[in-house]
């Protein structure tokens, strides 16, 4: 098996070696480790150390996934890759609210990150407010993350290659339902959701549906310097993801 992963933080692993009651401090100075993320351990799994690419990145947009995504699949590498091996691709899907755009400031493509909030800190702040306010609807931004999904099941479907979409911390309210979605329930498919339910069926306890992030708060599911699975966090999820793909 080939793997190849997309997302943001929470397919790169940002955040897996945080220890219990690490001050923020330490958390911001330790040496960025991915070792315990589950994408990594997904790949040792399966054994395909040397048959691993991830194009994950933190903070990352899903249009610059995609660009991403089209650059690797038109390069030479994925028809080397491709010919003796069988690709797996995990795809997470990050929030609407980040887009990919040129800035004329750095001369480059970079996220941004949508706000309701003016601020005049920089030009991607002021590029996030304006995209944010005469730019963005949720109804169209779903509509064509959907054409983009139904392009590349299409792509990934020819090409004899795996799939599967998951949202990274907010289910979205999409209009299709391919069969490479995964599902953690019938309206749940984002990995925040999988860590409260996993936790929430193991504990008896309930109110998770209500605010996921408090509740994995306060059950100490992710760390609270960024909101990001902690190392047991990632192996819950490396679980499932290990149970479907076998």
């Known amino acids: 098996m080939f793997l190849i992963t997309f997302g943001d933080d929470w397919t790169l692993g940002t955040g897996a070696w945080y220890k219990t009651a690490m001050p923020k401090i330490v958390y911001e100075n330790t040496e960025i480790n991915y070792d315990d993320s589950w994408r990594i351990l997904v790949r040792d799994h399966f054994g395909c150390q040397e048959r691993h690419i991830n194009f994950a990145e933190s903070k990352?947009?899903?249009?610059?996934?995609?660009?991403?995504?089209?650059?690797?699949?038109?390069?030479?590498?994925?028809?080397?890759?491709h010919?003796?091996?069988?690709?797996?691709?995990?795809?997470?899907?990050?929030?609407?609210?980040?887009?990919?755009?040129?800035?004329?400031?750095?001369?480059?493509?970079?996220?941004?990150?949508?706000?309701?909030?003016?601020?005049?800190?920089?030009?991607?702040?002021?590029?996030?407010?304006?995209?944010?306010?005469?730019?963005?609807?949720?109804?169209?931004a779903t509509k064509e993350l959907e054409q983009e999904i139904t392009h590349w099941n299409i792509f990934f479907k020819a090409m004899s290659i795996k799939n599967y979409w998951f949202d990274s911390f907010n289910s979205k309210d999409y209009t299709i339902s391919p069969s490479n979605f995964f599902d953690i329930t019938a309206n749940h498919r984002d990995l925040l959701s999988l860590l409260c339910i996993k936790h929430a069926v193991r504990n008896s306890t309930g109110g998770w549906l209500k605010d996921p992030f408090k509740y994995a708060l306060d059950n100490k599911l992710i760390n609270p310097h960024d909101l990001l699975p902690k190392k047991e966090g990632h192996k819950l999820i490396a679980k499932d993801f290990i149970k479907k793909l076998s």
């Open 60 to 81: 990352s947009s899903n249009q610059k996934q995609f660009a991403l995504a089209k650059k690797y699949f038109n390069s030479k590498q994925f028809v080397r890759n």
């Open 83 to 140: 010919i003796n091996n069988d690709i797996v691709v995990l795809w997470g899907i990050t929030t609407l609210r980040r887009d990919f755009k040129w800035c004329s400031d750095s001369k480059k493509y970079e996220n941004i990150t949508l706000s309701g909030e003016y601020s005049d800190r920089s030009n991607k702040d002021k590029i996030g407010y304006g995209l944010n306010n005469w730019c963005y609807n949720d109804i169209i």
